[in-house]
């Protein structure tokens, strides 16, 4: 009798993840931000001259290995499917490590010896004022011949925004050891860079631009509040990111640089100072958009991430708010009282206060993970 041997299914390989690695080596630590196609689970170990992070399923990195000129990174590699290796340089002594969502993101900073006013770092001025007093800039968006989106009635965000922002600075002004800072005080066209040239400027500890949403569908309410990223959210943010920068004459994805070189939107985020501060922009988001839900009852949209240009270059926290829907009927009724105005203010000082009494705590222990465990 011949046995004939049962056709047996070919092996299912596992699907890879990709990580997209960045490395940003311009100040006195090395951030390393591992950017993944989907949430996944990891360890992050130490060993002897370089950290490792074990993925538990296979992953595809892009690139795959990169040699840096960085005493504290020298290089890193991909070993096997599920090992992507960091061998640190002479400078290295410490890490931290941080989880961010939307695209899901470890982010590990290495701390070194490297001085702090190394290559790409920001010029500060000469005297550097008080720690223990806060600045607070406060950005009402558009202005001028930019009115910004416009109500069912002819309500414009340009005034909505400066009225908002005047309400909040009174607030704040209120509260001991509180400066305000607004990016404008009356009806007039500023430049985007020029916001947050401002609050780098006046070496602020936070920056809050101010918006009122607009949508097609009538029906469309609620508050959402975002903080930077190349990689928007989805559709509906990256098409209010892409609306916000024309109007301020930002139309493609790239832009020119002082020295006249054309340079991709993706490689300018990079390199601009905000990447230290996703962290705190992230927590800061979130404080607002509670604040907003629970004291003006509006829908909850959530938080976001987009390329906002208003907050490239902010080296502080930086985040954009968009209290509401102009375009809904009912909402832009409330926005014209003053009623419902102050309860705006009131819930958006409530959590900037809140977030400058933990800032501490929240760009350290709080967001760190030290031995590297994953939080899936």
Do not use: C
């Amino acid at each position: 009798m011949i046995l004939l041997a049962a056709a047996l299914p070919a092996p299912v390989l596992a699907q890879r993840a990709t990580v997209k690695i960045k490395v940003d080596a311009s100040r006195a630590s090395t951030r390393v931000v591992l950017t993944h196609s989907s949430t996944v689970s990891y360890q992050v170990r130490e060993t002897d001259g370089r950290l490792e992070v074990v993925y538990a399923t296979p992953m595809r990195a892009e690139p795959a290995q990169s040699l840096l000129d960085d005493d504290i990174l020298a290089r890193f590699e991909m070993r096997g499917e599920t090992v992507l290796a960091l061998f640190t340089g002479a400078a290295y002594r410490s890490y931290e490590t941080f989880e961010l969502r939307n695209p899901f993101r470890l982010v590990i900073d290495l701390e070194g010896s490297r001085d702090a006013g190394g290559a790409g770092a920001v010029d500060l001025p000469q005297t550097r004022r008080d720690p223990s007093r806060k600045i607070i800039v406060i950005d009402p968006g558009h202005g001028g011949v930019e009115k910004g989106a416009s109500g069912p009635t002819g309500l414009e965000e340009k005034e909505v925004a400066l009225d908002l922002a005047k309400r909040l600075s009174q607030i704040l002004h209120n509260k001991p050891g509180l400066a305000v800072v607004l990016t404008r005080e009356d009806d007039r066209l500023v430049g985007l860079d020029e916001r947050t040239a401002i609050a780098n400027y006046n070496q602020a500890d936070l920056f809050l631009s101010i918006h009122i949403n607009s949508s097609s569908r009538p029906g469309a309410s609620g508050a959402e509040t975002y903080f930077l990223s190349s990689d928007a959210t989805d559709d509906a943010a990256r098409t209010l990111a892409a609306l916000e920068n024309r109007a301020a004459g930002v139309t493609d994805g790239s832009f020119v640089t002082v020295q006249g070189e054309r340079r991709d939107l993706e490689v300018v985020l990079w390199d601009l100072a905000q990447n230290q501060y996703l962290a705190e922009s992230s927590v800061l988001a979130e404080n607002v958009q509670i604040q907003l839900n629970q004291l003006t009852g509006t829908r909850d949209r959530g938080v976001r991430q987009a390329p906002f240009r208003v907050l490239m270059g902010a080296t502080m926290p930086a985040i954009l708010v968009e209290v509401g829907f102009i375009s809904n009927h009912d909402e832009e009724a409330r926005l014209r009282t003053p009623a419902y105005r102050n309860s705006i203010a009131q819930a958006m000082a409530t959590a900037v206060n809140a977030f400058l009494v933990d800032l501490e705590r929240l760009s350290r222990p709080a967001l760190s993970g030290g031995s590297g465990a994953s939080r899936p």
